[in-house]
């Protein structure tokens, strides 16, 4: 039986995270549903209107879920990590928005 590697740290954690996402259509649906949820999250500030909050984890979560269950094949880490797993979309999309994920998958091992 094998025991699962617990994640202490957010950088020990980071390279897992990238690992879980390595299908680059994954990737793109964690774009989409992080790009729409920054916009309800902008909509909530502009409108004050917290409720708008609740369509942006919505839509967050949705792509993401999607993207793990049909295209990854693999279980979300936000069920073990949600705090590690949250801030990292947000690196990841940072990162992507950037040009600088293409490092931070290669030093993760995705190919």
Not at 80 to 99: A, E, H, L, N, Q
Request: proline share 3%.
């Amino acid at each position: 039986m094998s025991e699962e590697i617990k994640y202490n740290t957010l950088g020990e954690f980071w390279p897992f995270y990238l690992r879980e996402h390595s299908n680059r259509f994954n990737r793109f649906l964690h774009f989409v549903g992080t790009s729409i949820a920054l916009a309800w999250i902008l909509s909530s500030i502009v409108f004050l209107n917290a409720w708008y909050l609740l369509g942006a984890l919505f839509s967050g979560y949705l792509f993401a879920w999607i993207g793990h269950f049909f295209v990854e094949k693999n279980r979300p880490a936000t069920f073990t990590y949600p705090v590690k797993s949250f801030v990292s979309d947000w690196r990841m999309f940072f990162y992507t928005i950037t040009g600088q994920l293409g490092k931070e998958l290669q030093k993760a091992g995705v190919k």
